[in-house]
Every structure is written in structure tokens, then in C-alpha cells.
């Protein structure tokens, strides 16, 4: 089992930048892929990005070259910088986690298994 925590969330302009985090407790958090998505009022909740045990990493096309992912496994943290933010990208951010998944690949979108409770980012036009 592991409990994630996500921080970071807030409102922010268009064009502005926030980074979230994601603090996992539990099982060792190099044993995990990690991944970050985002659920908009009225909307199904979607990928944005992941990143594999070894810092492999996959994004949206939505958000490619805007949103960046990192890990730091001596934190159990796994941060999610977003940048030239836009009023699409207002949501609940959710972090999610797979145990021992192969650690090279990022998992699909469905194969997660662990979530965090969300973070709400608005961006303001």
C-alpha cells in the first residue's frame, strides 16, 4: 500500500507557472511509477504525464513542452512543473502510483492502481 499527498495547487494566471507535488508513504517509492492526472468540471479525468522507476517519462500531447515531471526517490516525491499555463489546464490534479511495474516503461493510463486526493489548479484568462 502506499498513501499519496498532493501539495502545490493554487490559482495562477495565464501563462503563469506552478509545481505540484506528490508525497508517497508506504512501500519503498523506487518500487513505484508515478504519474499525474487531471479531471476538468464536467469532464472525464485524463493522463497528463508519467514517469517510470527509472526516470523514463511520457506526456499528453496536450501539455508536451509545457509540463515537466521529475522524481526524487530520497523524498518519496514526485513533482509535476507546469508551465505557460492556460485556462485549459483549470482541473483537479490527481497523483497516481503502480507498484513494481517494469522499470523502464511508463504505465498506461489504466494500470494505475494508487491515488492521491487531488489538487485543484486554476488558471485565470
Known amino acids: 500500500q502506499v498513501q499519496l499527498v498532493e501539495s502545490g495547487g493554487g490559482l495562477v494566471q495565464t501563462g503563469g507557472s506552478l509545481r505540484l507535488s506528490c508525497a508517497a508513504n508506504g512501500r519503498t517509492f523506487s518500487t513505484y511509477a508515478m504519474g499525474w492526472f487531471r479531471q476538468a468540471p464536467g469532464k472525464e479525468r485524463e493522463f497528463v504525464t508519467g514517469i517510470s522507476r527509472n526516470g523514463n517519462t511520457y506526456y499528453a500531447d496536450s501539455v508536451k513542452g509545457r509540463f515537466s515531471i521529475s522524481r526524487d526517490n530520497a523524498k518519496n516525491t514526485v513533482y509535476l512543473q507546469m508551465n505557460s499555463l492556460k485556462a485549459e489546464d483549470t482541473a483537479v490534479y490527481y497523483c497516481?502510483?503502480?507498484?513494481?511495474?517494469?522499470?523502464?516503461?511508463?504505465?498506461?493510463?489504466?494500470?494505475?492502481?494508487?491515488w492521491g486526493q487531488g489538487t485543484q489548479v486554476t488558471v485565470s484568462s
Open positions: 497516481a502510483a503502480v507498484y513494481r511495474y517494469n522499470a523502464y516503461s511508463v504505465p498506461r493510463a489504466h494500470e494505475y492502481d494508487y
